[in-house]
Protein backbone atom coordinates (compact mmCIF):
# COMPACT_ATOMS: atom_id res chain seq x y z
CA UNK A 1 0.00 0.00 0.00
CA UNK A 2 1.32 3.12 -0.80
CA UNK A 3 2.41 5.56 1.99
CA UNK A 4 1.23 9.67 1.82
CA UNK A 5 4.87 10.13 1.23
CA UNK A 6 5.53 8.48 -1.76
CA UNK A 7 1.60 9.16 -3.07
CA UNK A 8 2.47 12.98 -2.94
CA UNK A 9 5.15 12.40 -4.80
CA UNK A 10 3.88 10.30 -7.42
CA UNK A 11 1.32 13.17 -7.83
CA UNK A 12 4.04 15.67 -8.37
CA UNK A 13 2.66 17.60 -4.83
CA UNK A 14 4.82 20.99 -4.64
CA UNK A 15 7.40 20.24 -1.96
CA UNK A 16 6.62 22.84 0.16
CA UNK A 17 2.79 21.53 0.48
CA UNK A 18 3.84 17.85 0.52
CA UNK A 19 6.35 18.92 3.36
CA UNK A 20 3.37 20.67 5.22
CA UNK A 21 1.41 17.84 4.86
CA UNK A 22 3.66 15.40 6.05
CA UNK A 23 4.55 17.70 9.29
CA UNK A 24 0.72 17.90 10.33
CA UNK A 25 0.47 13.89 9.70
CA UNK A 26 3.62 13.62 11.85
CA UNK A 27 1.84 15.59 14.78
CA UNK A 28 -1.92 13.85 14.06
CA UNK A 29 0.21 10.77 14.91
CA UNK A 30 0.83 12.18 18.05
CA UNK A 31 -2.67 13.53 18.42
CA UNK A 32 -4.18 10.49 17.87
CA UNK A 33 -1.79 8.40 20.62
CA UNK A 34 -2.66 11.03 22.76
CA UNK A 35 -6.80 10.18 22.18
CA UNK A 36 -6.03 6.36 22.34
CA UNK A 37 -4.60 6.86 26.42
CA UNK A 38 -7.36 9.56 27.29
CA UNK A 39 -8.30 8.77 30.66
CA UNK A 40 -5.23 6.47 31.54
CA UNK A 41 -2.82 10.22 30.78
CA UNK A 42 -5.06 11.87 32.85
CA UNK A 43 -5.57 14.59 29.99
CA UNK A 44 -9.39 14.27 29.30
CA UNK A 45 -11.61 17.28 30.89
CA UNK A 46 -11.51 20.79 30.65
CA UNK A 47 -8.42 22.75 30.88
CA UNK A 48 -10.30 25.52 33.11
CA UNK A 49 -10.17 28.70 30.25
CA UNK A 50 -11.95 30.03 27.32
CA UNK A 51 -11.06 30.17 23.83
CA UNK A 52 -11.58 33.14 21.33
CA UNK A 53 -14.76 31.47 20.53
CA UNK A 54 -15.61 32.27 24.37
CA UNK A 55 -16.23 28.63 24.22
CA UNK A 56 -14.61 26.04 27.71
CA UNK A 57 -11.35 24.24 26.11
CA UNK A 58 -10.56 20.83 27.01
CA UNK A 59 -7.00 19.79 27.69
CA UNK A 60 -7.03 18.06 24.72
CA UNK A 61 -8.14 20.80 22.61
CA UNK A 62 -4.90 22.54 24.03
CA UNK A 63 -2.41 20.14 24.06
CA UNK A 64 -3.67 19.29 20.17
CA UNK A 65 -3.17 22.85 19.76
CA UNK A 66 0.49 23.27 20.91
CA UNK A 67 1.54 19.85 19.25
CA UNK A 68 0.53 20.98 15.93
CA UNK A 69 2.03 24.62 16.39
CA UNK A 70 5.40 23.34 17.71
CA UNK A 71 5.55 21.31 14.42
CA UNK A 72 4.70 24.40 11.89
CA UNK A 73 6.89 26.13 13.48
CA UNK A 74 9.86 24.52 12.93
CA UNK A 75 9.04 24.35 9.32
CA UNK A 76 10.56 26.99 7.22
CA UNK A 77 8.08 26.64 4.23
CA UNK A 78 5.55 27.73 6.73
CA UNK A 79 5.44 31.78 7.05
CA UNK A 80 2.75 31.37 9.70
CA UNK A 81 -0.58 30.04 11.47
CA UNK A 82 -4.50 30.64 12.81
CA UNK A 83 -6.07 28.32 15.20
CA UNK A 84 -8.91 28.26 15.74
CA UNK A 85 -8.05 27.99 19.58
CA UNK A 86 -5.77 30.95 19.27
CA UNK A 87 -7.03 34.95 19.71
CA UNK A 88 -3.93 35.58 16.63
CA UNK A 89 -2.26 34.17 14.36
CA UNK A 90 1.39 33.64 14.90
CA UNK A 91 4.01 34.31 12.64
CA UNK A 92 6.64 31.48 11.73
CA UNK A 93 9.07 31.48 9.38
CA UNK A 94 9.97 35.11 7.61
CA UNK A 95 10.88 33.45 3.86
CA UNK A 96 8.04 30.58 4.25
CA UNK A 97 5.02 31.18 1.53
CA UNK A 98 2.30 28.90 3.12
CA UNK A 99 -0.02 29.80 6.15
CA UNK A 100 -1.86 26.91 7.86
CA UNK A 101 -5.11 27.32 9.14
CA UNK A 102 -6.51 24.59 11.77
CA UNK A 103 -8.87 23.48 13.99
CA UNK A 104 -6.93 20.87 16.36
CA UNK A 105 -9.59 19.22 17.54
CA UNK A 106 -12.94 19.57 16.29
CA UNK A 107 -16.51 18.06 18.09
CA UNK A 108 -14.00 18.27 21.25
CA UNK A 109 -17.66 18.23 23.47
CA UNK A 110 -17.14 14.07 22.50
CA UNK A 111 -14.00 13.50 23.73
CA UNK A 112 -15.17 12.89 27.74
CA UNK A 113 -17.85 10.28 26.10
CA UNK A 114 -15.28 8.57 23.91
CA UNK A 115 -16.81 9.58 20.54
CA UNK A 116 -15.30 10.52 17.43
CA UNK A 117 -13.10 13.99 16.96
CA UNK A 118 -10.94 15.06 14.48
CA UNK A 119 -8.47 17.74 13.48
CA UNK A 120 -9.11 19.96 10.32
CA UNK A 121 -6.96 21.67 8.50
CA UNK A 122 -6.54 24.39 5.29
CA UNK A 123 -3.15 25.58 3.59
CA UNK A 124 -3.29 28.99 1.69
CA UNK A 125 -0.28 30.55 -0.40
CA UNK A 126 1.09 33.94 0.31
CA UNK A 127 3.88 36.10 -0.14
CA UNK A 128 7.15 37.14 1.33
CA UNK A 129 6.48 40.05 2.10
CA UNK A 130 2.77 39.86 4.28
CA UNK A 131 3.17 40.16 8.37
CA UNK A 132 2.06 36.90 8.97
CA UNK A 133 1.32 37.99 12.68
CA UNK A 134 -1.62 40.08 11.37
CA UNK A 135 -4.81 38.06 10.81
CA UNK A 136 -5.77 40.34 7.42
CA UNK A 137 -2.93 38.15 6.34
CA UNK A 138 -4.93 35.20 5.95
CA UNK A 139 -8.50 36.52 4.77
CA UNK A 140 -8.46 34.88 1.32
CA UNK A 141 -11.70 32.93 0.19
CA UNK A 142 -11.78 29.41 0.37
CA UNK A 143 -11.27 29.16 -3.41
CA UNK A 144 -7.36 30.10 -2.88
CA UNK A 145 -6.80 26.85 -0.89
CA UNK A 146 -4.00 25.01 -1.92
CA UNK A 147 -4.60 22.08 0.16
CA UNK A 148 -7.32 21.06 2.87
CA UNK A 149 -8.35 17.89 4.69
CA UNK A 150 -9.22 16.63 8.06
CA UNK A 151 -7.90 13.77 10.34
CA UNK A 152 -10.56 11.70 11.84
CA UNK A 153 -9.65 10.06 14.82
CA UNK A 154 -12.03 7.21 15.17
CA UNK A 155 -12.39 3.27 15.60
CA UNK A 156 -9.43 4.10 13.08
CA UNK A 157 -7.60 7.41 12.35
CA UNK A 158 -8.32 8.18 8.55
CA UNK A 159 -6.94 11.34 7.02
CA UNK A 160 -9.18 12.96 3.94
CA UNK A 161 -7.01 15.18 1.97
CA UNK A 162 -7.23 17.10 -1.74
CA UNK A 163 -4.74 18.92 -3.58
CA UNK A 164 -7.40 20.56 -5.39
CA UNK A 165 -7.07 17.10 -7.33
CA UNK A 166 -9.61 15.32 -6.23
CA UNK A 167 -9.82 13.93 -2.40
CA UNK A 168 -8.18 10.80 -1.37
CA UNK A 169 -8.49 8.76 1.65
CA UNK A 170 -5.75 7.30 3.86
CA UNK A 171 -5.83 5.25 7.29
CA UNK A 172 -3.17 5.38 9.94
CA UNK A 173 -1.41 2.66 10.57
CA UNK A 174 -1.06 2.20 14.73
CA UNK A 175 2.18 -0.07 14.45
CA UNK A 176 4.46 2.35 12.51
CA UNK A 177 2.42 5.72 12.44
CA UNK A 178 2.29 5.69 8.27
CA UNK A 179 -0.94 7.29 6.66
CA UNK A 180 -1.27 4.35 3.86
CA UNK A 181 -3.61 4.64 0.56
CA UNK A 182 -7.12 3.62 0.79
CA UNK A 183 -9.34 5.37 -2.29
CA UNK A 184 -8.00 7.73 -4.42
CA UNK A 185 -10.94 10.07 -6.22
CA UNK A 186 -13.96 9.70 -3.80
CA UNK A 187 -17.06 10.47 -5.05
CA UNK A 188 -20.37 11.46 -3.22
CA UNK A 189 -23.24 9.90 -4.46
CA UNK A 190 -25.14 12.80 -6.07
CA UNK A 191 -28.78 11.44 -3.83
CA UNK A 192 -29.08 10.45 -0.50
CA UNK A 193 -31.81 9.87 2.29
CA UNK A 194 -29.15 10.83 4.99
CA UNK A 195 -29.70 14.49 6.39
CA UNK A 196 -27.58 16.09 10.01
CA UNK A 197 -28.60 19.20 11.45
CA UNK A 198 -29.23 19.68 15.11
CA UNK A 199 -33.08 19.63 15.31
CA UNK A 200 -32.82 21.23 19.03
CA UNK A 201 -32.30 24.75 17.10
CA UNK A 202 -35.09 24.14 14.89
CA UNK A 203 -36.96 27.02 16.34
CA UNK A 204 -33.86 29.75 15.54
CA UNK A 205 -33.92 28.54 11.86
CA UNK A 206 -34.76 31.12 9.28
CA UNK A 207 -38.63 30.11 7.66
CA UNK A 208 -36.67 29.20 4.48
CA UNK A 209 -34.81 26.03 6.31
CA UNK A 210 -37.76 25.49 8.72
CA UNK A 211 -40.20 24.41 5.90
CA UNK A 212 -36.99 22.37 4.23
CA UNK A 213 -36.59 20.16 7.01
CA UNK A 214 -40.36 20.05 7.63
CA UNK A 215 -40.44 18.61 4.42
CA UNK A 216 -37.70 15.92 4.91
CA UNK A 217 -39.24 15.04 8.10
CA UNK A 218 -42.71 14.25 6.08
CA UNK A 219 -40.64 11.51 4.27
CA UNK A 220 -42.63 9.42 1.28
CA UNK A 221 -45.96 11.20 2.28
CA UNK A 222 -44.35 14.92 1.40
CA UNK A 223 -43.04 16.96 -1.54
CA UNK A 224 -39.66 15.33 -1.40
CA UNK A 225 -41.54 11.70 -1.84
CA UNK A 226 -38.68 9.80 0.31
CA UNK A 227 -37.96 8.79 3.61
CA UNK A 228 -35.02 10.28 5.40
CA UNK A 229 -32.99 8.80 8.12
CA UNK A 230 -31.16 11.52 10.33
CA UNK A 231 -27.69 11.29 12.21
CA UNK A 232 -26.00 13.54 14.37
CA UNK A 233 -22.26 13.07 15.99
CA UNK A 234 -21.74 16.66 16.92
CA UNK A 235 -18.46 16.54 15.22
CA UNK A 236 -18.35 17.90 11.29
CA UNK A 237 -15.47 15.92 10.81
CA UNK A 238 -17.43 12.76 11.34
CA UNK A 239 -20.78 14.29 9.75
CA UNK A 240 -18.61 15.10 6.23
CA UNK A 241 -16.59 11.50 6.82
CA UNK A 242 -20.09 9.75 6.57
CA UNK A 243 -20.91 11.88 3.82
CA UNK A 244 -17.98 11.48 1.65
CA UNK A 245 -18.54 7.74 2.52
CA UNK A 246 -21.73 7.23 1.76
CA UNK A 247 -23.87 10.66 0.93
CA UNK A 248 -25.87 12.68 2.77
CA UNK A 249 -26.41 16.51 3.61
CA UNK A 250 -25.21 18.26 6.31
CA UNK A 251 -26.65 21.85 7.79
CA UNK A 252 -25.55 23.95 10.42
CA UNK A 253 -27.39 26.41 9.72
CA UNK A 254 -28.07 30.60 9.86
CA UNK A 255 -29.90 30.99 13.47
CA UNK A 256 -30.94 34.03 15.20
CA UNK A 257 -29.93 32.78 18.65
CA UNK A 258 -27.45 35.71 18.62
CA UNK A 259 -27.23 37.78 15.67
CA UNK A 260 -23.42 38.62 16.17
CA UNK A 261 -22.93 34.69 14.84
CA UNK A 262 -24.48 33.52 11.58
CA UNK A 263 -23.94 30.04 12.53
CA UNK A 264 -21.99 28.33 14.69
CA UNK A 265 -19.12 26.86 12.20
CA UNK A 266 -16.27 28.53 11.48
CA UNK A 267 -15.34 30.09 7.76
CA UNK A 268 -11.77 29.42 7.83
CA UNK A 269 -10.96 26.56 10.47
CA UNK A 270 -14.43 24.19 8.85
CA UNK A 271 -16.29 25.72 6.30
CA UNK A 272 -14.08 26.07 3.72
CA UNK A 273 -11.62 23.18 4.39
CA UNK A 274 -14.71 21.13 4.46
CA UNK A 275 -15.93 22.87 1.51
CA UNK A 276 -12.90 21.90 -0.48
CA UNK A 277 -13.50 18.56 0.04
CA UNK A 278 -16.96 18.28 -0.49
CA UNK A 279 -16.81 19.79 -3.76
CA UNK A 280 -13.46 17.97 -4.54
CA UNK A 281 -15.83 14.61 -4.28
CA UNK A 282 -18.55 16.01 -6.78
CA UNK A 283 -20.97 17.38 -4.00
CA UNK A 284 -21.69 20.93 -3.03
CA UNK A 285 -21.14 23.45 -0.37
CA UNK A 286 -23.05 26.36 0.34
CA UNK A 287 -24.12 29.03 3.12
CA UNK A 288 -28.20 28.78 1.59
CA UNK A 289 -26.96 32.02 -0.86
CA UNK A 290 -23.82 31.63 -2.01
CA UNK A 291 -21.01 28.99 -2.13
CA UNK A 292 -18.82 28.77 1.16
CA UNK A 293 -15.43 29.07 -0.83
CA UNK A 294 -16.61 32.48 -2.03
CA UNK A 295 -17.27 34.35 1.16
CA UNK A 296 -14.86 37.02 1.25
CA UNK A 297 -13.60 36.23 4.94
CA UNK A 298 -13.50 39.69 7.21
CA UNK A 299 -12.27 38.36 10.17
CA UNK A 300 -10.44 34.23 10.91
CA UNK A 301 -12.25 33.89 13.49
CA UNK A 302 -15.87 34.64 11.89
CA UNK A 303 -18.70 32.15 11.51
CA UNK A 304 -20.69 31.00 8.53
CA UNK A 305 -24.15 29.21 7.44
CA UNK A 306 -23.32 25.77 5.97
CA UNK A 307 -25.02 23.50 3.87
CA UNK A 308 -23.33 20.73 1.99
CA UNK A 309 -22.69 17.22 0.52
CA UNK A 310 -24.74 15.52 -1.73
CA UNK A 311 -25.22 17.57 -4.69
CA UNK A 312 -29.03 16.87 -5.46
CA UNK A 313 -29.71 17.35 -2.14
CA UNK A 314 -28.26 20.30 -1.38
CA UNK A 315 -29.91 22.06 -4.92
CA UNK A 316 -32.61 20.59 -2.96
CA UNK A 317 -32.46 22.67 0.41
CA UNK A 318 -31.31 25.84 -1.43
CA UNK A 319 -34.53 26.02 -3.55
CA UNK A 320 -36.24 26.21 -0.75
CA UNK A 321 -33.85 29.46 -0.30
CA UNK A 322 -34.69 31.30 -3.11
CA UNK A 323 -38.61 30.97 -3.11
P1 LIG B 1 -15.91 22.39 18.65
O1 LIG B 1 -15.11 22.92 17.50
O2 LIG B 1 -16.05 23.38 19.76
O3 LIG B 1 -15.38 21.11 19.12
O4 LIG B 1 -17.44 22.18 18.15
C1 LIG B 1 -17.76 21.24 17.18
C2 LIG B 1 -18.71 21.83 16.21
O5 LIG B 1 -18.25 23.09 15.83
C3 LIG B 1 -18.91 20.97 14.96
O6 LIG B 1 -17.89 20.07 14.74
C4 LIG B 1 -20.24 20.30 15.19
O7 LIG B 1 -20.94 20.05 14.01
C5 LIG B 1 -20.98 21.26 16.07
O8 LIG B 1 -19.97 21.99 16.79
C6 LIG B 1 -21.89 20.57 17.03
O9 LIG B 1 -22.53 21.49 17.81
P2 LIG B 1 -23.89 21.21 18.64
O10 LIG B 1 -24.15 19.74 18.65
O11 LIG B 1 -23.57 21.75 19.99
O12 LIG B 1 -24.95 21.98 17.96
Known amino acids: MQSLPSFLQAHNTPSDIAAILNGLMTSCVDISNKLQQGALAGILGCAGEENIQGETQKKLDVISNDIIKDQLASMSMVKGMASEE??????????????????????????????????????????????????????????????????????????????????????????????????????????????????????????????????????????????????????????????????????????NRDPSKPGKLRLMYEGNPMSMLIEQAGGKASTAHAPIMEVTPTDIHQRVSVVMGSIDEVDVALSYHKK
Open 86 to 255: EDFPVACNENGEYLVLFDPLDGSSNIDVNVTVGTIFSILKTTKDVDASKPEAYLQAGTEQVSAGYVLYGPSTILMLTTGQGVHSFAMDPATGEFLLMRENVQIPAQTQEFAINMSNQRFWLPEMQNYVADLLQGEEGPLGKRYNMRWVAAMVAEVHRILTRGGIFMYPYD
